[in-house]
């Protein structure tokens, strides 16, 4: 029997002094004066059922949703308060891991640029 050994292409970065590319305004801005930027690591377009990548956004409140994905982040820098919709809220920082499950709505207060490393799974394909 013959076997074929795939290797995916690894993909490196510094998350915590990563250049990333300039800064928009972020749609999900009510106010439109929130700036973002998105580094994907891993966009995964063969299947379409992970993505990874470095996420930065300047202060300000972005209302946000997770609908056929969950969200995993890890803070790197800044503060942010993330309220689910409903009112549970909680306070972030360099280190902290977040969990947003699929169907999460809410907001983030950013209160100092924050920078995040975040890894997205979709739902609606997964299958234990």
């Not at 790197?76 to 009112?87: H, L, M, P, Q, Y």
Request: charged share 25%.
């Amino acid at each position: 029997m013959t076997t074929s050994a795939i290797t995916p292409a690894v993909r490196h970065a510094q998350v915590q002094s990563a250049d990333l590319p300039e800064k928009s305004v972020a749609g999900s801005a009510p106010n439109g004066d929130v700036y973002e930027v998105s580094l994907p690591m891993w966009p995964d377009e063969r299947k379409g059922i992970m993505k990874s990548g470095i996420w930065e956004a300047t202060p300000g409140l972005l209302r946000g949703k997770r609908e056929g994905w969950a969200e995993i982040c890890h803070i790197i820098s800044g503060r942010a308060t993330v309220t689910t919709e409903g009112g549970d809220a909680v306070e972030l920082g360099p280190g902290d891991v977040l969990v947003l499950p699929d169907g999460w709505r809410g907001t983030w207060e950013i209160h100092e640029t924050v920078r995040k490393f975040y890894a997205l799974q979709r739902f609606d394909t997964y299958r234990p």
